[in-house]
């Protein structure tokens, strides 16, 4: 911070003044220091003083730029809503808020502290919601991961059904039932592993352009690819297992007769 902090002494009836961010500084004084200027706050004439400069702070979520902000005293100009306070503490988050409750009591019994949270919960929030965008988006990658499997057993059961008379012979011929399943599935297997060999690679080169929206997440890191790999193979197993076990239940018998 460059300037000075609010004091006691900015109160009613002396001169307004402000602390501004960085991103206000550049939009308004093309990144010129602004300690010493004016500015109109609400509308009016450029009669507020900026007496500080404080580096810019994400308000509206982790991943969005930062926009200006103009700060002013609680004593000149009083917060339409309950303060908001920041507090830095060496002991754990719930001793800390009993302490702080108890000496706002102290002080006076009908002041509330509510809505606490960490900093570490503020960013996690920002980033569940920045990432899913709510239950309505989770919803649709729900119907897309069960469409996408929905399409695999659809392809699979195709092919099953193409083979039919083949795997009845092989049947009758003693193949074991077992084996079928794990022909079939063994198909499935291809399929997926196929999909993740065009897209791994592709996915880690599209992280470049989503560089700029991950937040707590490194492009290409190796424990999301692992996840991701292990989703569509669970899916791609989950989608053969049913054709599978329908190629296992194939008679013989019938399959000759309509040879």
């Known amino acids: 911070m460059t300037g000075r902090e609010f004091d006691l ?9 402000a602390v501004v961010n960085q991103a206000l500084a550049q939009k308004f004084f093309g990144g010129q220091d602004p300690i ?4 109109g706050v609400h509308g009016t004439s450029a009669d507020t003083l900026i007496v500080g400069l404080v580096p810019n702070i994400q308000h509206d979520g982790v991943r969005e ?4 902000v103009i700060y002013l005293p609680a004593l000149q100009e009083p917060p339409p809503m309950p ?3 920041l507090l830095h503490a060496t002991i754990p988050p719930r001793d800390l808020l009993r302490l702080i409750r108890r000496e706002a009591a102290a002080l006076d019994p009908a002041l509330e502290v509510d809505q606490a949270e960490t900093v570490q919960q503020r960013i996690d929030r920002s980033i569940f919601f920045g990432t899913y965008a709510g239950p309505a988006q989770r919803l649709f990658r729900s119907a897309g991961t069960y469409s996408g499997g929905h399409r695999t057993l659809c392809v699979i059961s195709f092919v099953v059904t193409r083979r039919t008379a083949e795997i009845g012979i092989r049947v009758a011929l003693g193949a074991q039932r077992a084996g079928v399943v794990w022909m079939v599935l063994r198909e499935a297997l291809w399929m997926v592993v196929a999909g993740v060999v065009v897209g791994v690679p592709a996915a880690l080169a599209a992280t470049r352009l989503a560089r700029g929206i991950l937040y707590g997440i490194r492009p290409g890191d ?3 690819v692992l996840i991701g ?3 569509l193979l669970v899916v791609g197993v ?3 297992l049913i054709p599978a076990r329908r190629a296992a239940a ?3 018998i019938e399959t000759l007769r309509t040879e």
């Open 238 to 240: 989950s989608a053969g």
């Open 9 to 17: 002494h900015d109160r009613p009836g002396s001169r307004k003044v």
């Open 65 to 68: 730029p930062a926009v200006p």
């Open 83 to 85: 303060p908001q306070f």
């Open 36 to 39: 010493g200027r004016g500015v």
């Open 229 to 231: 790999v292990a989703a």
């Open 222 to 224: 190796p424990t999301a």
């Open 250 to 252: 194939i008679d013989p």
